[in-house]
C-alpha cells in the first residue's frame, strides 16, 4: 500500500521504523514544525522527522494542516492510506476521506477508555490493572472510530509513565503491522465503539505535578509514577521545589503534609490516608537523588512540605 504516516514524539517511532521497513511504500511523513528546546531554545526537529530524514523520506511540516497548500500537496501524493500515531493536530473531514482506505490511528489505550492526549499516564493515576493499543478507523470525534484490533497488556506494580510508554510504542507497532495486513486481506470487520464505557485523558500540564498532601498516600504514589518522566511530581521545601520519583505508601498518621520521619529510609510524609515514603527526588539544578543522599546535606525536621 501507499501510505502517508503522520506522527511527532518518540512514542511514533517504532511504527515508522516498521512501515520503512515493510512492503508497503511510505510516501512521505507529515510531522510537527520544529520546536525551540533547551536552555538556548534551539529549534529541534521532532523524533519522527529525525527519522525520516535517515532515511531519505520527505518531511512535511504543516503549521496548520487544513492549510490549503498542504492540502493540496496531500491530494497530490494520493496515498491508498494514511497512519496516524500521536501527530498532535485534529484531522478534519478533508484529510479523512481523502485515501480510499480512509485514516487509521493506533491509539495507547483499549478504546473506548482513555480517550484523548494522554492515555499512558492516566491509566496508571486511575489505578488500572492492564492497558493496551487500539488501532482504528478515524472519524470527527475525539477517538470515538470503529476498532479494527486491539491487544492488552497488564500494567506493573512499580509502572512508570516512561516504561509503559516504551513498552506500548513497540506493540504499537506490532499491531499495526497486524492492522494493516488484515486490511489488505479483507479480513479486519470494524466494530463500533459503545460510547457509554467511555472515559477521558486529557492533556497533561506541568502544574498537575503538584503533590497535594490532601490526597490519600496510594493516589499520590500512582501519581508519582504516571507523571515520570513527564510533568514529574514536585512539593516546595524552603521555597525551593524538590521533584520527587520514587516513592511508596507506608502507614503512619499525620496532619497532610507532615513530615512524620526523615532518616535513610526516606522522608515519610502524612498524607489524607496513610502516608508517602519518599525515596528518589531532585532538587532544584541537581541530579536525582536517593533521600538518604539529600538528607545528608540538609536537615528536614517534623514540619510540613507545601503543595504550593
Avoid at 76 to 82: C, K, Q, R, T, V
Avoid at 84 to 108: E, M, R, S, W, Y
Avoid at 245 to 254: E, L, P, Q, Y
Avoid at 260 to 286: F, W
Amino acid at each position: 500500500m501507499k501510505i502517508v504516516f503522520m506522527g511527532t514524539p518518540e512514542f511514533s517511532v517504532p511504527g515508522l521504523e516498521m512501515l520503512i521497513h515493510s512492503d508497503h511504500r511510505v510516501l512521505a511523513v507529515v510531522t510537527q514544525p520544529d520546536r525551540p528546546k533547551g536552555r538556548g531554545l534551539k529549534l529541534e526537529p521532532s523524533p519522527v522527522k529525525q527519522v525520516a530524514l535517515e532515511h531519505n523520506l520527505e518531511a512535511l511540516q504543516p503549521e496548520k494542516i487544513v492549510a490549503p497548500e498542504f492540502l493540496a500537496r496531500l491530494r497530490g501524493l494520493a496515498p491508498d492510506l494514511i497512519v496516524v500515531i500521536a501527530f498532535g493536530q485534529i484531522l478534519k473531514k478533508d484529510i479523512l476521506t481523502l485515501p480510499p482506505l480512509g485514516c487509521l490511528n493506533v491509539h495507547a489505550s483499549l478504546l473506548p477508555r482513555f480517550r484523548g492526549a494522554a492515555p499512558i499516564a492516566w491509566a496508571i493515576l486511575n489505578g488500572e490493572s492492564e492497558t493496551g493499543i487500539t488501532t482504528m478507523q478515524m472519524e470527527e470525534g475525539l477517538d470515538t472510530g470503529p476498532i479494527l484490533m486491539q491487544k492488552s497488556i497488564a500494567i506493573a506494580p512499580d509502572e512508570t509513565g516512561g516504561t509503559l510508554h516504551d513498552r506500548l510504542a513497540k506493540l504499537g507497532a506490532e499491531i499495526l503491522n497486524e492492522t494493516l495486513s488484515g486490511l489488505e486481506k479483507g479480513s479486519l470487520t470494524p466494530k463500533p465503539q459503545d460510547a457509554s464505557n467511555a472515559t477521558f485523558a486529557p492533556l497533561l500540564k506541568k502544574e498537575q505535578g503538584r503533590i497535594d498532601w490532601s490526597k490519600s498516600a496510594q493516589e499520590l504514589e500512582r501519581q508519582v509514577r504516571a507523571f515520570d518522566p513527564w510533568p514529574g511530581s514536585f512539593f516546595v521545601w524552603q521555597d525551593q521545589t524538590i521533584k520527587v520519583w520514587k516513592a511508596k505508601v507506608v502507614s503512619g498518621t499525620g496532619k497532610p503534609g507532615e513530615v512524620l520521619a526523615a532518616d535513610k529510609e526516606g522522608i515519610t510524609v502524612a498524607c489524607k490516608a496513610g502516608a508517602l515514603r519518599i525515596t528518589e527526588l531532585q532538587p532544584p539544578g541537581k541530579r536525582r537523588m536517593s533521600a538518604a543522599e539529600f538528607l545528608r546535606g540538609h536537615r528536614i525536621l517534623k514540619e510540613f512540605l507545601l503543595s504550593s
